[in-house]
């Protein structure tokens, strides 16, 4: 996990060195809030595999650097909490976590679009409770990718965006949000 940490610090520092060469930068700080789509397996006391398949309330918070084309965002988000009843027993699952990525843009006129990826540094909090108790508590590095629409409206940007932290075999946590942002400096 270390070196993944630093292999994206490294392209972290590479891009900020790379967008300072192209052109004007801005910075940008953003929340947003949406719904999480989760699927989630979990395995009880006993050893039995259990799937939470639900969707919850997410938010974010972020900031980022970059120019016209690209740029560089990082945050902190919480995915909410899933839950799922079977057999007396009421399995949960809450995400939460930082994310950097490196974010591409094309633009004409106010209306852009976006695609992004990078790392999501994953929490996840489970726990069972009801004829069993037990819990839980795993950190984990994710790929993130996204996509995006938006509208710029003078210094303030709204963007409908759908993200996947955790598409693995034993997961699939997507979000779909609506954020918005605040430009400083630059010509974005």
Known sequence: MKKLLFSFLFAFLCSL?????????????????????????????????????????????FAGVGNKFLGIEGGYRSLGKVKDSSSGNTYESKVTGWDVAARGKLQIGPIFGFAKAG???????????GGQTASDSDNETKFLWG??????????????????MDLSSDAHLSTLGLSGVLHFGGDE
């Open 17 to 61: 060195t790379l967008i300072n060469v192209t052109s004007a930068q801005s910075f940008r700080i953003g929340g947003g809030v949406g719904n999480t789509f989760a699927e989630h397996k979990l395995t009880d006391i006993s050893g039995d595999d259990f799937k939470v398949n639900d969707n919850a309330l997410a938010w974010k918070v």
């Open 147 to 164: 996509v995006g629409a938006g509208v710029m409206l003078g210094m303030f940007e709204v963007r409908l965006e759908w993200e996947a």
């Open 119 to 129: 790392a999501f540094f994953a929490k996840y909090d489970n726990s069972v409770s």
